[in-house]
C-alpha cells in the first residue's frame, strides 16, 4: 500500500473506532465489525480500489454522525413535549 493511502486507512480506522463508542448495539459489537471489514480488504493493493473503500468509509462516518445527531434530538423533543404536552393536557394533576 502506498505511503500516502496508507496514512489515509489508518485515519479512518481511527475515526470509525472512536465514532463506534456511541454504536446503539454497543461498542465491542461496532469494533468486531469494523475490523472484519478492514480485515475482509487488507489484501487490495490497487491504489483505486483503496481510494474507492476509503470513500465508502468517509460515507459511513457521515452515516453515523446523522445516526448520532438524530438520536440525540429525538431525546431532546421527547423530553421537552412530553413536558408541554402533559401541561397542556393537565397529565399528572388531580382531576376536580
Known amino acids: 500500500m502506498a505511503n500516502p493511502?496508507?496514512?489515509?486507512?489508518r485515519q479512518l480506522y481511527k475515526n470509525l473506532?472512536?465514532?463506534g463508542r456511541e454504536y446503539p448495539k454497543g461498542a465491542d459489537y461496532f469494533r468486531e465489525r469494523?475490523?472484519?471489514?478492514?480485515?475482509?480488504?487488507?489484501?487490495?493493493t490497487d491504489p483505486e480500489e483503496i481510494k474507492k473503500l476509503v470513500d465508502r468509509g468517509e460515507f459511513v462516518i457521515k452515516e453515523l454522525e446523522a445516526l448520532y445527531y438524530l438520536r440525540k434530538y429525538r431525546a431532546m423533543k421527547?423530553?421537552?413535549?412530553?413536558?408541554?404536552l402533559s401541561?397542556?393536557?393537565?397529565?399528572?394533576?388531580?382531576v376536580d
Not at 493511502?5 to 486507512?9: G, I, K, S, T, W
Open 78 to 84: 421527547k423530553r421537552y413535549y412530553e413536558e408541554e
Open 34 to 44: 469494523l475490523k472484519s471489514a478492514f480485515m475482509k480488504n487488507k489484501g487490495v
Open 5 to 9: 493511502l496508507r496514512r489515509e486507512v
Open 17 to 19: 473506532l472512536y465514532l
Open 87 to 94: 401541561a397542556v393536557l393537565n397529565i399528572g394533576r388531580p
